[in-house]
């Protein structure tokens, strides 16, 4: 069964950093682009982030470009996100989502999210 | 990177149909054919409904059918059952370089 289970949700403080995980099962993990959406709750979806099979290519929302690092680890089947300068406006669930087969613009498999707080 | 434009909410009696509707620009939906649509009950992550503008994964029934008019993609529910009340949001490949959703829209099954 395909699994995206993430990880590493906490409250952090503005200005600080933090790193995300998210764990695939279930699938060849190195054949997908992979991507990282967030969600205030009760708000809409808000793509954040992309990164290819083979990592040689990543894309970023305006809004997090800079401050934001997608990453994967193909041996360990896991995506990651370090999130640097934090702002309050970050604040939400973070969920990873499998690219589909027919285009990585699709998000075919989502995990259930972590949540992130920026508060002081 | 602005969203694309849908309606707030959307409401039809179970058997009806719904229309939704999702505006962009030239340089989204207007520009070629990478435009999807995802539900979302709530407390649950979204699924993949729609791709490709009219194709649907498998296991979804094919009262759910997509559409596009030059910068406007649209999804229609047909025969509402109760279980299809959630949030819908259209996708949109910009520029090819990111990924845009809309605002979403709530459809109740009245």
């Known amino acids: 069964e395909l699994q995206l289970v993430e990880s590493g949700g906490v409250v952090v403080q503005p200005g600080g950093s933090l790193r995300i995980s998210c764990a695939a099962s279930g699938f060849a993990f190195d054949d997908y682009t992979m991507h990282w959406v967030r969600q205030v709750p009760g708000k809409g979806l808000d793509w954040v982030s992309l990164i290819n099979s083979d990592a040689t290519k990543s894309y970023y929302a305006d809004s997090v470009k800079g401050r934001f690092t997608i990453s994967r680890d193909n041996r360990k089947k896991s995506l990651y996100l370090q999130m640097n300068n934090l702002r309050p406006e970050d604040s939400a669930f973070y969920f990873c989502?499998?690219?589909?087969?027919?285009?990585?613009?699709?998000?075919?498999?989502w995990g259930q999210g972590t949540q992130l707080t920026v508060s002081s | 990177q602005s969203a694309l434009i849908q309606p707030p909410s959307a409401s039809g009696s179970p058997g009806q149909s719904v229309t939704i509707s999702c505006t962009g620009t030239n340089r989204d939906i207007g520009g070629h054919n990478y435009i999807s649509w995802y539900q979302q009950h709530p407390g649950k992550a979204p699924k993949l409904v729609i791709y490709d503008v009219t194709k649907r994964p498998s296991g979804v029934p094919d009262r759910f059918s997509g559409s596009k008019s030059g910068n406007t993609a649209s999804l229609t529910v047909s025969d509402l059952q109760a279980e299809d009340e959630a949030d819908y949001y259209c996708?949109?490949?910009?520029?090819?370089?990111?990924?845009?959703f809309g605002g979403g829209t709530r459809l109740t099954v009245l």
């Open positions: 989502a499998k690219g589909s087969g027919d285009s990585s613009w699709y998000l075919d498999y």
């Open positions: 996708s949109a490949c910009a520029d090819f370089y990111y990924v845009l």
